[in-house]
Nanobody, 114 residues
């Protein structure tokens, strides 16, 4: 089992920045890819950014050049979000992919005011 806890969400004005953190615990040695997803009300949960165990990174087109995913120590992953827009408003979820399946955090709300 893998447990994920996100933090760093909040309310920010258009053009502002936030940094999300996701701390993993439990069987972190089983984790392969890590990712950040987001879900706005009435929408499906979509990929924002993903970093593979080997280091390959992918971003959603809507966040390229503004968001940066990175790894820290002991299974922590970050999402630096710059130049935020109102359309970035959503609940952001941390994800960990293992051979047992996917694990999710509880989500953290990001609200960007216009």
């Amino acid at each position: 089992q893998v447990q994920l806890v996100e933090s760093g969400g909040g309310l920010v004005q258009t053009g502002g920045s936030l940094r999300l953190s996701c701390v993993a615990s439990g069987s972190i040695f089983e984790i392969n890819d890590r990712g950040w997803y987001r879900q706005a009300p009435g929408n499906q949960r979509d990929l924002v950014a993903r970093i593979a165990k080997g280091g390959r990174i992918e971003y959603a087109d809507s966040v390229k050049g503004r968001f940066t995913i990175s790894r820290g120590n002991l299974g922590t992953v970050y999402l630096q979000m710059n130049s935020l827009k109102p359309e970035d408003t959503a609940v952001y979820y941390c994800n960990a992919e293992t051979f047992r399946g996917d694990f999710w955090g509880q989500g953290t709300q990001v609200t960007v005011s216009s």
